[in-house]
């Protein structure tokens, strides 16, 4: 149980830690045989992810959005380009569904760090997004393991998959309404608020 709690946490700023995958799975564990209990599961799925949404959001405070190799790369920069513009608009629904996607919750909340948003802010939605996170992969994993709790295995198993499959979908769901609401038209896509951001490279602007 220790190990899901630090799945969790480091999974907020390194994503290639499956925490869905470890949560949904012993959630499909826990209804089948009893334990580990599910409220539990998901208070610690919850209280890793939010700990480390926390650190992530004080990495992108501390050392802005070119701090890592990684996120100097043309597309890692029209990520955080597009997540700070909406932090200004939509911060709620941004921090909010980005809980759901490994890789934009990264970008979203070095982003938010980076660009100055309010903590507290930050914090409110990010609570409610990994609230509504855990229940929904505990529920997964509860579900598909109540249907299959004559082989685990395949409970275990089918339980990731649709897990990946929601997924998915609600990633396809979450890019067609940031893409709705982001088609206002910006012209600035330098951060002016604190001055410690600046995404666009200079020989953007020249061409």
């Not at 198993?157 to 890019?175: E, H, K, M, T, Y």
């Not at 896509?189 to 602007?205: A, H």
Request: glycine share 12%; aromatic share 10%; proline share 4%.
């Amino acid at each position: 149980m220790p190990l899901l709690f630090l799945f969790c946490m480091i999974d907020a700023f390194f994503p290639i830690v499956p925490s869905e995958s470890f949560l949904v799975s012993l959630a499909a564990v826990g209804i089948s045989t009893g334990t580990p209990n599910l409220f539990l599961v998901a208070l610690l799925g919850i209280a890793g992810a939010i700990l480390g949404d926390q650190i992530t959001f004080f990495i992108g405070r501390k050392l802005g959005a070119k701090g890592f190799r990684w996120m100097r790369g043309a597309r890692a920069q029209r990520v955080l380009r597009f997540s700070a513009r909406k932090l200004e608009t939509s911060g709620a629904l941004l921090i909010f569904t980005a809980r759901y996607i490994p890789i934009g919750r990264v970008a979203v909340n070095l982003t938010a760090g980076a660009t100055g948003f309010s903590h507290r802010r930050f914090t409110l939605f990010d609570v409610i997004g990994c609230v509504t996170w855990g229940a929904y992969s505990v529920g997964i994993g509860a579900l598909a393991g109540n249907w299959l709790a004559h082989n685990k295995l395949v409970g275990i198993i089918a339980s990731v998959v649709i897990a990946v499959v929601l997924g998915c979908l609600i990633d396809l769901l979450v890019n067609r309404v940031l893409s709705k609401y982001g088609k206002r038209p910006q012209k600035a896509d330098t951060v002016q608020s604190t001055g410690v951001l600046e995404l666009v490279p200079p020989e953007r602007e020249q061409g």
